[in-house]
C-alpha cells in the first residue's frame, strides 16, 4: 500500500489542479481559534496497515496538520487496548478511532454508552479537546473519520455527539471504463474526464496510485463498491491476467473500505470458455459461472459482486433461449451466493430494432422495464438486486420516476443515476444534480395507497428488504479534475451524501462541498451556491422543457441541438413532433398505456391533462403547439419564452463567477478553467436556444409573439459577407446555423477571410461575437479584425479542452462562441475575419455579432 501521506503530498504539491477534490485539508480561516479544543494524539484500536482502521489514523493526522497546522503523533493499540509503540507518557486530548467491538475489549463500561449502530455505521462523540469515533466495523471506523474531517474543514470545532447509519448497504459506483479505447468516447463509455484510470491498451494499467486516490475520495463520502469495467462488457475481462490485474486494483481499494465488483458479458461461457451455448438453464454453463466465481474470489476475497446487462441495446442475455431475466440473474446469483456476494442486474432492458413509431401508435421504449419484468417479482434468488435507471427512458433532464420500483416488492432495488452528464451537458456546461435526484428520491409512488417515497423503497424500508440502494455511473478519468471540470465534482460529492442520508438539502450538501473544495469564504459559497442552484432549471430552459426530454444528437454524441433526430429512429426517445402537434401520448384510454404501469393514483394523475404537470405534459400527452398550459401560455410560446430565459441565465454565470477572482480559495488556474468553461456554456446555451426555437416555428409556423426567434438585429451573417477563400455550406440540421449556412474555406489548405464595412454601427464600443464550429480532426485557427486592429486569435481545440464527445460535423454538437469584450468600433470600418483550415476543420464560421454594451443577441 502506498504511503496516504505522500498520495496527498501529490496532489497538494500540483497546486489547486483538482486532484484533491474536497481533500485538500487547507487552512482554515478560524485555525487559530480552534486549536485549544483539538486532541494532541491520535489512538488507533487494533489498526492493520492497509484496512480502514489505520487509514482513518493517517486520514486525521494528516486533515488536522492541514487545516490547523498541528502534528499530531499516532499511537496504536493491540486488540486488547495495549499500546503498540510504547511511547513514554500518557497523552491528554486523544482522538480514538477503531471499532466498537475493538473499544468495548478496552473499555467495556464506557463502550455500553455508545448506540446500536447498522452495518458501515458510526458513532462521533467530540467533547473537550477529545474525540470517540467508532465504527460497526473497519469501513464505518473511516467514515466517522472522514465525517469529522468534513466538519472541521469547515471550521466546526464545536462538542456534539452524532449517530449515523447508512440510509441503505448498496452505496456503488459504476465506471463504464473499457480495456482500451472502443465504446462511444474513448476509453470510458460517456466519460469525459480522460482515459480510464484502471485499463489502457486492453490491460490493467501498472501503476493504480489513482485508483487509490479515487477510492479515497469515494470513501470520504460513504461509497463502498466500484464496478470498474463497462456495463458494455469485454469477455477478456474475465481472463486470468485480467483477473490478476483486477486484484491488484482491489489491493487499493482495500485501504479505503472500498470493494471492487465487475461487470459481466453474458455470452462469455461461449466467446471466451468454448462452450456451444450460454443458456443460463444448462448445468454446463452454470458450471464455468461457478468455476470462473472462485477463480476470481481466489484473488479478491472481499469482492462486492457483479454487474449485468442483459438483452439490451444488442447485449446476449437469457431471452436468447427464451430465459426469463429472472433465469439470467439467479445463475450468478447461486455463483456468488457460497462467497456472500451480490449481482446487480440492470432493467435497463428493450428492443430497438421491434420500436417504429410509424408503424405502432402503442409502441414504447418507456414501457420495457416494467413489461420486460411483468410477473417476475418474488423469483429472484435473495442475493439479486434489481439496477433500475431513475426514469423510464435514458438520464433526460426531466423523466417520471421509473414505474418499476412499485411492481418489485418482493424483489430488491437500486436507483441508478448518472454522475457524467451524458445529456446533460458532458461537464461542459454547470449542470447542479441534486435537486433534481431529490425530487426524484422523494416522489411519492403510492403503493397500495399507503407512502412509498422512492428513497424508502430502494433502501428495502418500504417493503422491509435487507438490500437496496444506489448506483452512481461516474466514469471518472485521468484529468486532475476527474470529471473534467472542477463544479461538476459538486455531483460526485452530492451523489455519495444523498446514498447515505437522502434527507440532506441539496443546497446544504452544496454549500459543505464548496467550503472544502475552495473556501469558507461567503462570498465564495454564497455565489457557487446561487449558480449551481439555478443550473439544472436553466439547462432544462434553454435544451427541452415541459417534459420533451433534453432535445440533444440522440444519433451521435447526445450532446449538441437535434430535436429533429429525436423522432424516426429506433431508439424510443421520441416526440412525435409534426406541423400541428407534439408529445408522446402515453395514455391508457388512447395512448401507449405507459401511464397505466402506475399504482392507480399516480396513474389516474398522469392520465388526464388537466391532472398531470406542467413540467411532465408533453412526456404523457400530445397536444397542439396551441394548448394552454396552466401558466396562460401555449405550448408553442413556453418553448420560446423557456430557451430565451434560460440561455439569458446562462450568461449570467461567468460574470458571477468573475465577481469571485482574487477571493480565498479561488486561485488562478482553477479561477481561468472554471471561467473558460462558464464562458464557453454561455455561447453554447444560445445556440441551443436558436437552434430549438427556429426548429418548431419551422415546423408549426407560429410566430413568437414577441418576435424574437429569427430576428436578430446585431448579427452579420458570414455568407452575406465579402468572401475570399471562403464558400458558403448548407449546415445539416437546417437550424444549427443561423440562417441555416455557415462558411468553410474553399480547401483545407486554403487560408480565406470575410469581410464586411460596418456602415450601420454607430462610433462607439461593442461586444464582438463570432459563432463558429469547432470541429474534431484538425485545429484551425481564426483571426478577428475590425478597422485593420487585430481585436483576438482563438483555435479550434474544444476536443482537447472541454472533454465533452468529439464531433467532426458541422452542426449543434460543434457550434461555439467567442465574444471579445470592450472593441472600438468606428462608424465605416472594416470587420474582417481570417480562418486558417487545420486537417478536416475548414476554419466554419457562422455569423458576427457587433453588441452594445449589455446586449446579448
Not at 576 to 589: E, F, L, N, Q
Not at 745 to 751: A, D, H, I, L, V
Amino acid at each position: 500500500m502506498r504511503s496516504l501521506l505522500l498520495l496527498a503530498a501529490i496532489g497538494l504539491a500540483a497546486a489547486e489542479d483538482g486532484l484533491a477534490a474536497w481533500l485538500r485539508y487547507a487552512r482554515v480561516d478560524n485555525a487559530k481559534a480552534c486549536l485549544g479544543k483539538l486532541p494532541s494524539s491520535i489512538v488507533t484500536l487494533n489498526a492493520t496497515k492497509g484496512l480502514p482502521v489505520y487509514t482513518a489514523g493517517q486520514e486525521l493526522a494528516q486533515g488536522i496538520q492541514g487545516f490547523f497546522g498541528k502534528k499530531l503523533d499516532i499511537d496504536e493499540h493491540d486488540e486488547r487496548g495495549k499500546p503498540r509503540n510504547n511511547r513514554p507518557g500518557k497523552k491528554s486530548n486523544a482522538v480514538t478511532v477503531g471499532t466498537v467491538a475493538a473499544y468495548k475489549a478496552s473499555n467495556p463500561r464506557e463502550a455500553a454508552k455508545v448506540p446500536e449502530l447498522g452495518d458501515d455505521g458510526f458513532y462521533l462523540s467530540v467533547s473537550r479537546g477529545n474525540a470517540l469515533i467508532l465504527g460497526q466495523n473497519e469501513r464505518g471506523a473511516l467514515y466517522g473519520a472522514f465525517r469529522w474531517l468534513a466538519l472541521l474543514g469547515q471550521g466546526n470545532c464545536s462538542d456534539f455527539t452524532l449517530a449515523s447509519t447508512p440510509d441503505a448497504p448498496i452505496r456503488w459506483v459504476n465506471q463504464w471504463d473499457n480495456l482500451q479505447d472502443g465504446g462511444t468516447h474513448g476509453s470510458v463509455e460517456r466519460g469525459y474526464g480522460g482515459d480510464s484510470i484502471f485499463f489502457w491498451d486492453g490491460y490493467v494499467r501498472p501503476d493504480l496510485t489513482r485508483a487509490g486516490q479515487y477510492a479515497r475520495l469515494l470513501a470520504s463520502i460513504g461509497l463502498n463498491a466500484v464496478v470498474v469495467n463497462n456495463v458494455n462488457a469485454d469477455p477478456r475481462t474475465l481472463t486470468p491476467e485480467l483477473l490478476d490485474g483486477l486484484a491488484r486494483i482491489a489491493d487499493e481499494f482495500r485501504p479505503y473500505g472500498v470493494q471492487l465488483a465487475m461487470a459481466l458479458n453474458f455470452a462469455s461461457p461461449q466467446t471466451l470458455g468454448g462452450l456451444d451455448t450460454f443458456d443460463p438453464l444448462e448445468d454446463k454453463v452454470q458450471a464455468w459461472w461457478d468455476n470462473i466465481t472462485n477463480e476470481i474470489y481466489r484473488r479478491i476475497p472481499d469482492m462486492a459482486g457483479y454487474l449485468v446487462k442483459a438483452n439490451s441495446e444488442g447485449q446476449p442475455g437469457p431471452m436468447t433461449y427464451n430465459r426469463t431475466l429472472a433465469d439470467g440473474a439467479n445463475m450468478f446469483g447461486r455463483s456468488l451466493k457460497p462467497h456472500g456476494g451480490i449481482i446487480l442486474f440492470r432493467a435497463f432492458v428493450y428492443n430497438h430494432q421491434t420500436l417504429n413509431q410509424t408503424l405502432d401508435w402503442k409502441a414504447d421504449r418507456a414501457r420495457a422495464a416494467v413489461d420486460y419484468f411483468d410477473g417476475l417479482d418474488g423469483k429472484f434468488l435473495d442475493n439479486v438486486v434489481v439496477q433500475i435507471k431513475y426514469g423510464p427512458i435514458d438520464f433526460q433532464v426531466r423523466e417520471p420516476v421509473s414505474p418499476l420500483f412499485a411492481h418489485l416488492v418482493k424483489t430488491p432495488t437500486a436507483i441508478e443515476l448518472q454522475i457524467t452528464q451524458e445529456y446533460l451537458g458532458q461537464q461542459a456546461h454547470l449542470v447542479y444534480l441534486a435537486p433534481m435526484w431529490k425530487e426524484l428520491l422523494d416522489f411519492d409512488l403510492r403503493v397500495d395507497g399507503k407512502e412509498s417515497r422512492t428513497k424508502d423503497i430502494i433502501s428495502g424500508k418500504r417493503f422491509n428488504r435487507k438490500l437496496g440502494g444506489y448506483a452512481g455511473v461516474v466514469n471518472v478519468g485521468t484529468n486532475t479534475t476527474w470529471l473534467g471540470s472542477h463544479l461538476a465534482m459538486s455531483n460526485l460529492y452530492a451523489y455519495g451524501r444523498l446514498a447515505w442520508d437522502p434527507e440532506v438539502t441539496s443546497e446544504g450538501i452544496l454549500r459543505e462541498w464548496i467550503a472544502l473544495t475552495f473556501s469558507d469564504d461567503r462570498k465564495v459559497i454564497d455565489v457557487i451556491t446561487r449558480m449551481s442552484m439555478l443550473s439544472w432549471p436553466t439547462y432544462e430552459n434553454y435544451t427541452g422543457n415541459l417534459g420533451v426530454q433534453t432535445l440533444t444528437d440522440i444519433l451521435l454524441g447526445h450532446y449538441g441541438p437535434n430535436p429533429g433526430s429525436q423522432d424516426g429512429n429506433p431508439w424510443g426517445q421520441w416526440t412525435r413532433a409534426d406541423s400541428d402537434s407534439i408529445g408522446m401520448d402515453r395514455t391508457v384510454w388512447n395512448g401507449t398505456g405507459f401511464a397505466g404501469q402506475y399504482p392507480p393514483e399516480i396513474a389516474a394523475q398522469y392520465e388526464h391533462i388537466e391532472t398531470t404537470p406542467d413540467n411532465l405534459l408533453l412526456w404523457f400527452h400530445h397536444v397542439p403547439y396551441t394548448h394552454v398550459l396552466k401558466s396562460g401560455k401555449t405550448v408553442i410560446q413556453h418553448f420560446y419564452d423557456a430557451h430565451y430565459a434560460g440561455a439569458a441565465v446562462a450568461q449570467t454565470f461567468p460574470t458571477l463567477w468573475q465577481s469571485l477572482r482574487g477571493r480565498r480559495g479561488i486561485d488562478k488556474e482553477r479561477y481561468e478553467h472554471v471561467l473558460y468553461r462558464l464562458n464557453y456554456q454561455a455561447g453554447h446555451a444560445l445556440v441551443w436556444r436558436d437552434s430549438v426555437n427556429n426548429f418548431y416555428f419551422n415546423k408549426s409556423s407560429i410566430p413568437d409573439e414577441l418576435g424574437r426567434v429569427g430576428n436578430h438585429p446585431y448579427r452579420i451573417e458570414a455568407e452575406a459577407m465579402t468572401l475570399d477563400g471562403y464558400v458558403p455550406y448548407d449546415v445539416s440540421p437546417f437550424e444549427a446555423a443561423s440562417g441555416t449556412k455557415c462558411i468553410v474555406t474553399r480547401t483545407n489548405s486554403t487560408r480565406a477571410t470575410a469581410s464586411t464595412v460596418l456602415r450601420n454601427v454607430k462610433t462607439g464600443v461593442y461586444d464582438v461575437a463570432v459563432n463558429y464550429y469547432d470541429v474534431a480532426h484538425g485545429n484551425a485557427t481564426w483571426e478577428l479584425y475590425v478597422g485593420g486592429h487585430r481585436v483576438g486569435k482563438w483555435k479550434g481545440d474544444h476536443e482537447y479542452i472541454l472533454g465533452k464527445a468529439p464531433s467532426p460535423y458541422i452542426d449543434g454538437q460543434t457550434a461555439a462562441r467567442v465574444t471579445f469584450r470592450d472593441v472600438r468600433v468606428r462608424k465605416g470600418d472594416v470587420l474582417k475575419i481570417v480562418g486558417t483550415p487545420d486537417g478536416e476543420e475548414p476554419a466554419p464560421v457562422d455569423y458576427v455579432s457587433v453588441l452594445p454594451k449589455g446586449i446579448v443577441d
